[in-house]
Every structure is written in C-alpha cells, then in structure tokens.
C-alpha cells in the first residue's frame, strides 16, 4: 500500500526564515510526486511535478527536490502571504487514476 | 482555460436527509473527474473516479453515489446522510486523454458539508 508521510505537521517561521517541508513516501514504482498548496476553505492548488530522483522544479521562492524515498519543499525569504498548508501526493503504475496524499504541512509565516 | 466548479460552497443538512453535490468543468472535452474528501487535518480521500459518461468507479464503499450524465459534469449523491458523512468535499479533473500519464489533478474550492 502507498504510504505518504509529511512532516512536520505545523511550522512557525519569521519573515525571511527559510526553511524546508518533508514528504516522505513509499511507492512501487513511482510515476509521479505533486506538490499542492492549500488556502484555509479551498481546494488545493497544484504547484509542481517531480518524476525520477534527482530532479528539481523552482517556482517564486519555492523549490521541489526528489530522492527516491522523499521529497523536499525549500521556501527561501518566505513572506506571510507563503501561509497555507502544503500537500505532497504520489502516483504509482496501475493506478494512474489515483493520489496517494499525505496529511500535509501547514505553514505560518509571521510578519 | 480550464475551469472547475463546484457547488453549493457550503451545505448544512440534517441526518437522514438526501445529497446532491454538483461539479462542473470548462475548457476542455473528455476529461477525467474525481470525487475527494478530506477531514479535518487530514489529506485527501480519494471517493469515486469517471473515465467518461456514465462510468464511475468507486474506491471507498459507503453511503455516497457518484453519477456523470455529461461529459463535464459529475454529481455526488445519498439518499439517506449519516453524521459521518460530514467534511470537505472537493472535485477535481485532469486531462482524460493522457489518462494513464502522470498529469496533474485541478481542484475545485469544495463544498463544505456538515450533518446536524
């Protein structure tokens, strides 16, 4: 059974207190991990797909590695409107149809 | 471009009492649907998955239906709620012709549903 774990559960930063969000994950065969940022009282919004180890995406003051057990969400210089929680889903073959999803990273960034 | 939505944004209902939930989708043919839910601190459930019109799998038995009677829409139902039923519920699409690829889910805003 896929299994995706994130951690930690909540996180306090200052303004411009980088930091990083953990996703780790047991698949077989990954086909794809998903990064999803989540407004309080909305749906998640996607952000970036990691598909092999090693690869990294950027976006703004956001950037997504991928190993093969985990994968890592850096925020450089965050800024209070970076608050949300974040969600890390994965994909697996024979099941394209479904996201395996962690329980997710809710993140506050202080002014 | 594409866009999802779903109502109503919030629905109170008392036990007992039937269940509709609507989602549209624009900007694109034949995509494929999905029906989440997610508690309180916790991540998605996967609920049900369309392929096209009229076929519905369902990953979780429970009180709830799923229906799509047209190729970008799909509905979530019960005859009779349960307190359990209570939640987030959102839909989501990717694209239906890259089915089988590792293209990402588009969420809607979610409806939140609780049981009196």
């Known amino acids: 059974e896929d299994q995706v774990t994130q951690s930690p559960e909540a996180l306090r930063l200052q303004e411009g207190e980088s930091s990083s969000l953990n996703c780790s994950y047991t698949v077989s065969g990954l086909r794809g991990l998903f990064w999803y940022r989540q407004d309080p009282g909305k749906g998640p919004e996607f952000l970036f797909t990691l598909y092999s180890a090693g690869e990294e995406k950027e976006k703004e003051r956001l950037k997504a590695t991928l190993t093969k057990k985990e994968s890592f969400l850096h925020i450089t210089a965050p800024k209070p409107e970076d608050s949300a929680t974040y969600l890390c889903a994965v994909q697996a073959p024979g099941s394209a149809r479904q996201l395996t999803f962690g329980s997710g990273t809710q993140l506050t960034v202080l002014p | ?116």
């Open chain 2, 1 to 116: 471009s594409q866009t999802i939505h779903q109502w109503p944004a919030t629905l109170v209902q008392p036990v007992g009492s039937p269940l509709s939930l609507e989602c549209t989708v624009e900007g694109t043919s034949n995509p494929n649907l999905y029906w989440y839910r997610q508690a309180a601190g916790r991540g998605l459930q996967l609920l049900f998955y369309s392929v096209g019109i009229g076929q519905i799998s369902s990953e979780v038995p429970q009180n709830l239906s799923a229906s799509r009677p047209q190729d970008r829409q799909f509905i979530l139902s019960s005859k009779k709620l349960l307190l359990s039923d209570s939640g987030f519920y959102l839909c989501a699409w990717s694209p239906g012709l890259l089915f089988d690829s590792n293209q990402p889910q588009h969420f809607g805003d979610g409806t939140r549903l609780s049981i009196l």
